[in-house]
């Protein structure tokens, strides 16, 4: 079992090396640490509410920049490797494709989180460079984000072991993300309605996650902790995506 | 076998973390139905949603609410050019015939902001402040901050903004007026708007030194420059005049 989790570890190291080392991980910082700093911009139009409106640019920012990553990875990963043939020779060795997955989702979010990590950095000199400080429940937010990302991340993982292509993958999760935003209003509506269409948006509810539960940027003051519930539902959902994500690829034929 | 118990295993985890939260989450944010669109505004308003940037976009719609309410009215610029300029213009520097201006659309654009966000203090009192106390609508004033108080029905700020609103409209009182204000004015939260206000009520009723420190902390935390110039002019002429 030690060495199963050993190779795990490894296949999730190299995972996080390639991502980094991967030139559109640098794009994408230098995009996020430009339009930061075009949040400065925004900052001076809003006079005596520049520490907010610099604190929400940033962190919907950075959430914006670190989902287009982790979708690109995730939809481009595990078919980059199927076409090179690199699969292959991970799966010549005794590595099975529990630990493969595991490695390759463990490694995208361990560069998502090192994303979020190095923008908040960013961030947070920006705004000690304009005389603020820390806004109240960054590390929250953050949390926050961290954890939308690790589902939608997770999903587009499953997502890409059935879809055609890269974008087909992007489209879908891209839905899901949206959707998850809009569970309150979707809840609304159901309460509200009646028929088929209720019984279908209340079908939805079950099926979608909810984001706006880790969406703690969005909430002020003592209401940005998140709650307990919110790490045990992003684990449990990160944990279906990843069994029916290996339901698929164990499917497959490499 | 593996594959059935896999998609099994998802399924039940998958609905699992749907069942944990569905009973303990319930939105702190006003529902659809509740949100009424100023124009040209609807596609912001559902990037909010559908990204979960509800802040950042109450954020977009109040500094709009300040680049409306600092555009001059057509009508007005005509008539504030045949009138004198007054000592402290509109107790709000850089807006522009604020005095008997109608900016009709003022009150819907800063309800606009809280139907985004009700968590917004700063905006809520700045709104109803400007309503009240510069475009002379104490009523759409009460009317802002009684939705505001729907989301956050403790937020004591609120309730003395609303003291302040009543002695404003029925008894013109500025001495009842600036002790309401009085404890917002410490708050991070309150507008600079509402402070000049206090100060100017200050003045008014010969509480100079009362004044002099409102002024004082305009000069010295607001990013406003046209603030903050005219608190440094206040603060000089109210030191000449102690020293007469």
Redesign the interface.
């Known amino acids: 079992m030690k060495k199963l989790l050993a190779a795990a570890l490894v296949v999730a190291e190299n995972s996080f090396r390639e991502s980094v080392r991967n030139k559109f991980f640098t794009l994408f910082a230098v995009f996020a640490f430009t339009a930061i700093y075009a949040s400065v911009l ?1 900052g001076v ?6 520490a ?2 610099l604190g ?2 940033g962190l ?1 920012l950075m959430e ?1 920049t670190a989902l287009a990553y982790a979708l690109f990875n995730a939809s481009s990963v595990l078919l980059k490797e199927a076409e090179t043939k690199t699969i292959y020779l991970v799966f010549s060795r005794p590595v099975p494709r529990w630990a493969y997955l595991s490695g390759k989702l463990a490694g995208a979010l361990l560069t998502t989180a090192f994303m979020l990590a190095v923008m908040g950095f960013m961030h947070l000199a920006l705004l000690k460079l304009r005389g603020f400080g820390i806004p109240q429940g960054y590390a929250w937010a953050l949390t926050g984000s961290f954890m ?1 990302l690790a589902v939608i991340t997770s999903f587009a993982f499953f997502v890409a072991l059935f879809s055609t292509s890269a974008v087909s993958t992007l489209v879908i999760s891209g839905v899901l993300w ?1 959707a998850g ?2 569970i ?2 979707t ?3 159901a309460e ?1 309605g009646s028929g088929l269409g209720a019984v279908a948006l209340k079908a939805a ?3 979608i ?5 880790f ?1 703690a ?5 003592a ?1 940005c902790s998140l ?1 307990p ?2 790490f ?2 992003a684990v ?2 990160v ?6 994500a ?2 698929l690829l ?2 497959k034929e490499f | 076998m593996l594959r059935i118990l896999l998609c099994a295993a998802a399924l039940a985890a998958w609905a699992a973390g749907t069942e944990v939260l569905y009973g303990s989450y319930r939105s702190s944010f006003p529902p659809p139905s509740e949100i009424r669109v100023p124009a040209q505004g609807a596609a912001g308003d559902m990037f909010a949603l559908a990204f979960g940037a509800r802040r950042l976009f109450a954020d977009v719609w109040f500094i709009r609410l300040m680049q409306y309410f600092g555009t001059p009215e057509l009508d007005k610029v005509k008539e504030a050019a045949a009138h004198e300029e007054s000592p402290e213009p509109g107790h709000h520097h850089h807006h522009h015939s604020i005095e008997g201006g109608k900016y009709a659309e003022f009150q819907a654009r800063a309800l606009h902001v809280l139907e985004i966000d009700p968590g917004f203090t700063m905006a809520a009192l700045y709104g109803a402040g400007s309503l009240a106390f510069n475009l002379g609508k104490p009523r759409e004033a009460q009317a802002v901050l009684e939705y505001a108080l729907k989301y956050s029905p403790k937020n004591w700020k609120y309730l003395n903004m609303l003291a302040a609103l009543g002695y404003y409209k029925n008894a013109e009182a500025p001495q009842a007026v600036a002790d309401a204000l009085a404890p917002i004015l410490k708050d991070p939260d309150c507008p600079v708007m509402l402070k000049q206000q206090a100060a100017f009520l200050n003045k008014k009723i010969g509480n100079y030194s009362a004044a002099a420190a409102i002024y004082a902390d305009i000069a010295a935390t607001s990013r406003d420059i046209a603030y903050v110039r005219n608190a440094e002019l206040q603060l000089a002429r109210l030191t000449e005049k102690a020293g007469q």
Not at chain 1, 45 to 50: K, P, R, S, W
Not at chain 1, 217 to 221: K, L, N, T
């Open positions: 925004a139009m809003a006079v005596d509410q520049e907010r409106v929400d640019f919907a914006l939308k949206t935003h809009f309150a209003e809840r609304f509506l509200k509810i079950w099926l996650p909810n984001f706006q539960l969406n940027r969005d909430a002020a003051g209401a709650p519930v919110a045990l539902s449990v959902w944990a279906a995506a990843y069994f029916a290996l339901g164990e499917r």
